[in-house]
Structures are given as structure tokens and as C-alpha cells.
């Protein structure tokens, strides 16, 4: 019988309904026989009309006193020790069935489990006795016992071990993770690094590459310079070499005019002398900044995330250091004076000189 369903089978429900029908035939008038008897109809009939959850909560009685249960249920002879017996049993199945359901009990359910306690003292069935206090007692132990040992229950404990294994699978690989999300940012970090310092290479190549057209300009505006200063003396001192030399009387007005060219000459010279100073001083100037941008390519990605970050707190406090660094040193080549700015002045002295000569001579 407890191979195959139980309370689901014909031949249970059948024997559960015969026995209804007797216990509602026998005449009682104790009252402790008719409360038990009472109990015992009213549970039957539960297990006839609900056997499917029956079937589905009480395994481990169905396991081990279904024979004898059905065997109470048919069987008719020594009737007062039977229903006492068949009332044990079937408390037994109650016990379980309210252990291992997950519905609340009705008030009816737990009356008669409280009158199943009452009634261990009366019952005068040595196996019914014995059936009862097992079902209080010790019935409960036995079926942790049986959830545990059944199959189904072991399938949890591999599911359980699976899962803590997949658990620590899962925190060996976020470890993992983390340590090469880790290793990845570092790499990033040191190719970003990488990256300004490449950056900062070609543009201090192209600072290297305008201070060598500098240099060559300087050299040559120097070259000039020297030039220019050489000669402006020299052409002052022959002028007046050959003017002591001159045995001549002249006179003086006639002397002047004789300087005239000299003079012209002497003021072009001097004004193209301050071009080529002042443009000589302007390569410097531009040399100077190219080097010192060459300097701030050093520093200037550092600086620029600090300033970022210290500039969202106080927007000033750079500013001033800001503006020393950053600040033109010299006056730029587009300050520079432009080479016929003095023309026009030479030759307005040249007209003055020649308008006194021919006022003398008038």
C-alpha cells in the first residue's frame, strides 16, 4: 500500500466511508467514548474529502502504518479496543500532516489534536497509548529524520553545496576582475601619461625648431649691428680726415653744404643702427619666451590638473601666479619700428639746410 497512493485510493476512500458509517451506528453514552468518537468521524471525513493534500502531507505515516490503518478501518471485531486504536492512527497522520503543512490549522484541527492529548490518560489500548504518545512525542524527530534522509532533501544539500560554490566562483572572479580592472587603470593611466609626454615632445621639438630660425636671425641682426657700428664711425672719421687735410680756404657756409651728404649719410646710418639694436634686442626677447614656454612644457599637464582641481574651490587663487607665468617677458618683433619711420624727418632737415643756403646767397 505504501507504494502507490493512499488516500487518493478507491479502496481507502471506500473503507474510510464504511467506517464513518459505523462509528455514526454505535450507540454510546459515555461521554469521554462519545467525544472520542465524535473526533475520530469528523477527522475521517476530513481525510475522505481532502485526500489529495492528505496524500501529499502525511508520507511518512502512510510509509510506515498505512497497512495497519486500512486493516482498522475493515476489520469489525472487538470494536471499543479497534476505534481506539483507529483513533490513535489516525492522530498520528493529523500530527504529521499539521507539521509538514504550510496552511494555518482551523480551530477544529487544533481542538482535536488538544483532546487527542487529553485523551492518553483514558485510553485503555496499550498499542493506542503507545501510538498517541509516539505521535507527541518522538514522531516528530523521526520525520525530520525521513525529510532529511529523502532524496528530494539531498538534492537541496547538492543544490546548497552547488550554489556556495557557485558563490565563491563568484567572488573569486569578481576578485579577479577587480584586480585587472586595477592593473587596466594603471595601464591607462600610464599611457595618458605617455601620451602627454609625446604630445609634450613634439611641441617642445617645435619650440627647438623656432629657437635654431631665431638663433640664425640673431646672429645674422648681431652681424648687422656690428656692421653698422663699424662703419658709422668710420665714415665720420674720413669726412674729417680729409676735411684738416684740405689746404683750402673756404668758406663756412660753403664747408656746411660740404657735410651735407656726410650728415645724411651719418643720420641714416645712426637710424638704421637703432633698427638693428632694437630688432637684435627683439630676437633676444623672443628667444627668452621660447625657452621659458620650452621650460613650461615640463610642468604644465601637472598644473594644469592641479589648477582644475584647486580652481572649483577658489577661482582665484591662481590668478596671480597665473598671470606671472604666463605674462610676456619683452616686447614683441611687432613692436619693432618700421624701417622709413625717420625718412621723412631727414629729408625735412636736408629742404631746411638747402632754404638757408640759398636765403645766404641772396
Known amino acids: 500500500?505504501?507504494?502507490?497512493?493512499?488516500?487518493?485510493?478507491?479502496?481507502?476512500?471506500?473503507?474510510?466511508?464504511?467506517?464513518?458509517?459505523?462509528?455514526?451506528?454505535?450507540?454510546?453514552?459515555?461521554?469521554?467514548?462519545?467525544?472520542?468518537?465524535?473526533?475520530?468521524?469528523?477527522?475521517?471525513?476530513?481525510?475522505h474529502n481532502a485526500s489529495d493534500e492528505w496524500e501529499r502531507n502525511t508520507p511518512y505515516n502512510i510509509k510506515d502504518i498505512s497497512n495497519l490503518f486500512i486493516t482498522q478501518l475493515t476489520e469489525n471485531d472487538e470494536l471499543k479496543k479497534k476505534v481506539h486504536l483507529t483513533y490513535a492512527l489516525a492522530i498520528r497522520f493529523l500530527i504529521e500532516f499539521y507539521l509538514?503543512?504550510?496552511?494555518?490549522?482551523?480551530?477544529?484541527?487544533?481542538?482535536?489534536?488538544?483532546?487527542?492529548?487529553?485523551?492518553?490518560?483514558?485510553?485503555?489500548?496499550?498499542?493506542?497509548?503507545?501510538?498517541?504518545?509516539?505521535?507527541?512525542?518522538?514522531?516528530?524527530?523521526?520525520?525530520?529524520?525521513?525529510?532529511?534522509?529523502?532524496?528530494?532533501?539531498?538534492?537541496?544539500?547538492?543544490?546548497?553545496?552547488?550554489?556556495?560554490?557557485?558563490?565563491?566562483?563568484?567572488?573569486?572572479?569578481?576578485?579577479?576582475?577587480?584586480?585587472?580592472?586595477?592593473?587596466?587603470?594603471?595601464?591607462?593611466?600610464?599611457?595618458?601619461?605617455?601620451?602627454?609626454?609625446?604630445?609634450?615632445?613634439?611641441?617642445?621639438?617645435?619650440?627647438?625648431?623656432?629657437?635654431?630660425?631665431?638663433?640664425?636671425?640673431?646672429?645674422?641682426?648681431?652681424?648687422?649691428?656690428?656692421?653698422?657700428?663699424?662703419?658709422?664711425?668710420?665714415?665720420?672719421?674720413?669726412?674729417?680726415?680729409?676735411?684738416?687735410?684740405?689746404?683750402?680756404?673756404?668758406?663756412?657756409q660753403i664747408s656746411l653744404i660740404k657735410f651735407i651728404p656726410v650728415l645724411s649719410l651719418t643720420l641714416i646710418l645712426v637710424y638704421y643702427f637703432r633698427i638693428a639694436l632694437q630688432n637684435c634686442q627683439s630676437i633676444k626677447a623672443q628667444i627668452l619666451q621660447i625657452e621659458f614656454r620650452m621650460t613650461l612644457c615640463g610642468f604644465i599637464q601637472s598644473y594644469a590638473d592641479y589648477s582644475a582641481g584647486i580652481k572649483s574651490k577658489n577661482p582665484n587663487s591662481l590668478s596671480k601666479f597665473e598671470d606671472v607665468i604666463f605674462s610676456n617677458i619683452m616686447t614683441s618683433e611687432d613692436k619693432i619700428p618700421s624701417t622709413f619711420d625717420g625718412i621723412e624727418q631727414i629729408s625735412n632737415l636736408i629742404t631746411s639746410i638747402r632754404g638757408g643756403r640759398d636765403s645766404s646767397k641772396n
Open 1 to 47: 500500500m505504501s507504494s502507490m497512493s493512499f488516500f487518493d485510493n478507491d479502496q481507502t476512500k471506500k473503507a474510510l466511508k464504511n467506517y464513518m458509517a459505523f462509528l455514526k451506528s454505535l450507540e454510546i453514552q459515555d461521554t469521554f467514548e462519545k467525544r472520542l468518537r465524535d473526533d475520530l468521524l469528523q477527522l475521517l471525513n476530513i481525510m
Open 100 to 252: 509538514t503543512t504550510d496552511v494555518t490549522f482551523s480551530d477544529i484541527y487544533l481542538k482535536m489534536k488538544d483532546n487527542a492529548y487529553e485523551f492518553i490518560d483514558k485510553i485503555n489500548s496499550p498499542d493506542a497509548k503507545w501510538h498517541l504518545r509516539f505521535a507527541f512525542n518522538g514522531m516528530s524527530l523521526e520525520i525530520t529524520k525521513n525529510v532529511f534522509s529523502h532524496e528530494g532533501f539531498k538534492v537541496f544539500q547538492d543544490y546548497t553545496a552547488a550554489k556556495n560554490s557557485a558563490e565563491q566562483l563568484k567572488n573569486d572572479w569578481l576578485k579577479f576582475i577587480k584586480e585587472k580592472e586595477e592593473a587596466v587603470k594603471k595601464l591607462e593611466k600610464t599611457l595618458i601619461e605617455q601620451k602627454h609626454s609625446y604630445q609634450f615632445v613634439a611641441l617642445n621639438q617645435g619650440f627647438q625648431s623656432l629657437l635654431e630660425q631665431k638663433k640664425s636671425q640673431l646672429s645674422l641682426s648681431r652681424f648687422m649691428l656690428i656692421f653698422l657700428g663699424l662703419i658709422l664711425p668710420t665714415t665720420i672719421f674720413l669726412e674729417m680726415f680729409f676735411f684738416l687735410r684740405s689746404e683750402q680756404e673756404v668758406q663756412y
